[in-house]
């Protein structure tokens, strides 16, 4: 099982992208939650607002997974980032299922 860590501008936007990524059964489920970054772009130091989306699918999925991300994402330059994750076997099971064409 892998988790795909993904910012996004807004709540809205993440969960746009959170059920387009369930229609298409690419992930099990998503959770969001709002943070502060702090980086630098074109030269300049901003911080701003965002939302992080922690999107948990199966390592078979990710390649689908982060084509469709990197497709609808509005930033330039979106942050995709893959963490290896191990659950309880019970939930591992039920992300297999979800995920499942």
């Known amino acids: 099982m892998i988790i795909l860590y993904a ?9 746009k ?3 387009n990524l369930l229609g298409k059964k690419l992930i099990a489920c998503a959770n969001i939650t709002q943070s502060v970054s702090v980086y630098g772009w074109k030269s300049k130091m901003k911080n701003g607002k965002e939302s992080i989306a922690l999107f948990k699918t199966l390592h078979s999925r990710e390649r689908a997974c982060r084509r469709e991300i990197e ?3 509005p930033y330039e330059l ?3 980032i893959t963490l290896d994750a191990h659950a309880n076997r019970e939930f591992e099971k039920w992300v297999g299922e979800q995920t499942r064409i």
């Not at 910012?7 to 969960?15: D, E, G, K, M, N």
């Open 78 to 80: 979106p942050c995709i």
């Open 7 to 15: 910012p996004y501008p807004s709540i809205q936007s993440a969960r």
């Open 71 to 73: 497709k609808t994402h």
């Open 17 to 19: 992208a959170a059920r």
